[in-house]
């Protein structure tokens, strides 16, 4: 079964075991370590703390019991007194002060039964603690027979109260120092399993290591053994195909440069004819662009004279119906006149009454002369305007008519030069096409010419990398069988040197239809003897001059030394 498994499989497997024995032997370190340290953290933070505040609560009964004791002395002084009376309050306070400390610590189940039972004796404890203390006051205060037997008759309730609660107290205590003595034999017996454990995974792990190595090492060697037969042979086919391939590549390679130095300067000549014509075409854009500009400007200038004429009519009109008010005026002066003659007549006749009148009427006479001259004079000028206008619409009719000719003619010349441009650019156009279609040739062709370097170059790189892989084949021979084993092999390699070809243009690296890894040069020594001298690579002292590297850049290694599931089915 283990023979048929993948070499991923059995080396996965092999690592989980190792990872597993590892995780095991870190887990029982990690719960040694987490007990361990629970322990130490319960008879530190818990147990020593309840201990010493059980033994403070213990040593302030005692203190006040002897305090109680000294004064039974009749023979004590007056300072004595005093002095105990004072001690009881500062040893009830460090009993409070444990006691409170105490009480805030976690406690076992019999721990917190029998301190339940000691509250109430502590509590009958401290009653009659002070009833005693009020009894001894009261007796130094005032010394007497009566009240010192008083005095000792409370004392042995004290006392009988004392030991109930010292009992229980010191009850506590025991079982406080037992659990942490517990805690104690517990980390003891969890240091001694953690230790066995480790050691024990530690050797099934050694155990584990060493044999899964020697097993894959034994089925390694076993399929590397097979494949290097296989690629000894698959090298020589690989070498004698690669060589015919580059003689073809070869052959290719130069009818394609040949054909494309051809269609270069055929695409070089289209590319010059496409720029003459579409700089013809440009010109011709550029006059039909003014032609049209003049024939807006020829429109503008007859709507002008149009708009000129019209406005000399007008004046024309004016300028009659100005002659009919200067008639009027006319008329009117000579009315006038006619008026003043006959005032001047009516006015002789009246003698000296028609004096003044007369001078009016001559007055009115003269004014009315004046005004028959001015209006003549202003129906001459304006009948010279009227016959100045007449000259003006029969000028301005003519140029009119002249440049609607220039109109005409002017559009029908666009006309011509919007033709002659769109001939230009439709002639341009298809040389555009002509010149990309060469152009698309030209690039395939380049594109087979750098094919055919490309898989020349790829043919040299193919001997050389099969040359390599007889080099791989060798150092996998010693690398399995050691150095006898590839000392009686195939000795040193010639040295091998491979021709760089180049494409025949620039475009075409630029547009090569695939991409071949880039390759590393190698070094090969040509004075290898083959007899081998114990350094595991049987070919001489100068089989190679430097460290090889893998031959494409990039490489995988399952790509030169292929182990797939079908070289080692039976690994």
């Known amino acids: 079964m283990l023979e048929n498994m993948k070499l991923s499989t059995k080396l996965i497997g092999g690592f989980v075991i190792a990872a597993l024995l590892t995780a095991f032997v870190g887990g029982i370190g990690y719960w040694a370590i987490s007990t361990l340290f629970t322990a130490a953290d319960e008879i530190a933070e818990v147990r020593l703390p309840s201990i010493q505040a059980l033994l403070t609560i213990r040593g302030a009964q005692a203190g006040m019991d002897s305090a109680e004791n000294a004064l039974m002395d009749k023979t004590m002084d007056a300072e004595a007194v005093q002095h105990a009376f004072a001690g009881f309050a500062e040893i009830r306070k460090r009993a409070d002060d444990a006691w409170k400390t105490y009480e805030l610590l976690p406690h076992t189940e019999e721990e917190a039964r029998v301190w339940k039972d000691f509250l109430p004796a502590w509590q009958k404890w401290l009653q009659a603690h002070e009833t005693y203390v009020g009894v001894a006051k009261e007796y130094w205060s ?10 000792g008759k409370q004392m042995a309730a004290v006392d009988t109260a004392f030991d109930a609660a010292d009992t229980l107290l010191n009850k506590i205590v025991a079982i406080t120092r037992d659990e942490a003595t517990r805690q104690g034999v517990e980390m003891d017996r969890v240091a001694a399993l953690a230790k066995m454990l480790s050691g024990g995974g530690v050797l ?26 296989g690629l000894s042979t698959g090298s020589e086919q690989v070498a004698s195909a690669s060589s015919q391939v580059a003689s073809a590549s070869q052959s290719l390679a130069q009818g394609a440069s040949e054909q494309a130095s051809s269609l270069e300067e055929t695409s070089s000549a289209l590319e010059e004819m496409a720029s003459m014509t579409k700089q013809n075409a440009e010109h011709a854009n550029t006059a039909d662009t003014l032609m049209r500009e003049t024939k807006s400007t020829v429109g503008g200038g007859v709507e002008s004279m149009k708009r000129m004429s019209e406005a000399i009519d007008k004046i024309k009109a004016s300028a009659a119906e100005t002659a009919k008010i200067i008639k009027t005026i006319d008329e009117i002066a000579f009315q006038t006149n006619l008026l003043a003659l006959n005032a001047a007549v009516e006015a002789a006749r009246a003698g000296e009454a ?11 006479r003269n004014l009315a002369r004046r005004s028959a001259e001015a209006a003549k004079n202003t129906a001459d000028l304006i009948e010279g305007a009227q016959k100045n206008a007449e000259a003006g619409v029969t000028v301005t009719q003519d140029v009119a008519k002249s440049l609607s000719a220039i109109q005409d003619s ?51 790189e193919l001997t050389g990398q099969a040359q390599e892989l007889n080099g791989m084949v060798g ?15 195939n000795g040193a390699r010639p040295a091998t040197t491979r021709t760089a070809y180049a494409a025949p243009a620039t475009r075409a690296a630029e547009s090569a239809p695939f991409f071949r890894p880039a390759l590393t040069p190698r070094t090969h020594g040509g004075n290898g003897n083959g007899n081998g001298n114990g350094n595991g690579n049987g070919n001489g002292n100068g089989r190679h001059g430097g460290k090889r590297e893998l031959v494409a850049a990039g490489a995988k290694p399952e790509e030169v030394i292929p182990l797939d599931d079908s070289e080692l089915k039976q690994f």
Do not use: C, W
Request: charged share 20%; no cysteine; aromatic share 4%.
């Open 142 to 151: 005032h010394p007497a027979d009566d009240s010192y037997a008083a005095l």
């Open 204 to 229: 099934a792990g050694f155990l584990a290591a060493l044999a899964l190595g020697t097993f894959l090492s034994v089925s390694i060697s076993r399929a590397l053994t097979r494949v290097i037969a």
């Open 354 to 364: 028609g004096k003044g009148f007369a001078v009016v009427a001559e007055e009115v």
């Open 410 to 460: 002017a559009g029908k010349v666009g006309a011509l030069v919007a033709e002659i441009a769109a001939a230009s650019k439709e002639q341009a156009q298809g040389i555009e096409q002509v010149n990309t279609a060469v152009a698309e040739m030209d690039k395939v062709v380049q594109q087979n010419a750098a094919s055919a370097e490309e898989s020349a170059s790829a043919s040299e």
């Open 475 to 489: 150092e996998l021979e010693a690398l399995v069988g050691g150095a006898n084993a590839h000392a009686n092999g």
